[in-house]
């Protein structure tokens, strides 16, 4: 049912910078704002990034998000083993009169 | 800080109904706007179920619109869901969470498996 679309995987060595994207539409991410979730392996979700480019207080400033027109992005920067996880974009959609996630991307760490 | 920890049976029958609470500690459910829940297919992405408002008014995902309902108890200091008619489709990790101001997840509980099964 999603409509935020995301790569499946994204990869780098510890200290690169990684960058996820997620494509909406006009109904979502073009009118609305995004959010990023981070899902270490077996654990619950964790609220990483709110309203596009805010960071709740605790998470590194290595993370930021961005938003332009109707894609998202987020940005790792001095990749760490300990960031390997799966990630996912999140934001309302007036069509669906729903919240979506997206598909998700999974991030390894070399 | 908020804790949030879900309950409910692990096992549930196919047609039958999922319930599940999900007790809130360290504040009062009164003091968040928004409550909601989330869900997981085994090695699947999230999928978002529903949520309530303070006032009571609820949203809910169009594709379980007809089988779902989410409540808030004060006097418990808990946040229900009941999903009805359940298939093999509906296992998943639930999750509940409090929303921010703008109703997205920002506090999560740790998840509960449910298997819908015979």
């Known amino acids: 049912q999603s409509v935020l679309t995301q790569p499946p995987s994204a990869s780098g060595t510890p200290g690169q910078r990684v960058t996820i994207s997620c494509s909406g539409s006009s109904s979502n991410i073009g009118k609305t704002y995004v959010y990023w979730y981070q899902q270490l392996p077996g654990t619950a979700p964790k609220l990483l990034i709110y309203r596009n480019n805010q960071r709740p207080s605790g998470v590194p400033d290595r993370f930021s998000g961005s938003k332009s027109g109707t894609s998202a992005s987020l940005a790792i920067s001095g990749l760490r083993s300990e960031d390997e996880a799966d990630y996912y974009c999140a934001a309302w959609d007036d069509s669906l009169r729903g919240r979506i996630f997206g598909t998700g991307t999974k991030v390894t760490v070399l | 800080q908020v804790q949030l920890q879900e309950s409910g049976p692990g096992l549930v029958k196919p047609s039958g109904t999922l319930s599940l609470n999900c007790a809130v500690f360290g504040v009062s459910i009164s003091s968040s706007k928004w409550w909601s829940w989330v869900r997981q297919p085994p090695e699947k992405g999230l999928e978002w179920v529903g949520d309530?408002?303070?006032?009571?008014?609820?949203n809910y995902n169009p594709s379980l619109k007809s089988r779902v309902a989410i409540s808030v108890d004060k006097s418990r200091n808990q946040l229900s869901l009941n999903l009805t008619f359940v298939t093999a489709a509906d296992t998943a990790v639930y999750y509940c969470?409090?929303?921010?101001?703008?109703?997205?997840?920002?506090?999560w509980g740790q998840g509960t498996l449910v298997t819908v099964s015979s």
């Open positions: 969470s409090r929303g921010d101001s703008s109703g997205y997840p920002s506090d």
């Open positions: 309530i408002y303070e006032s009571g008014s609820t």
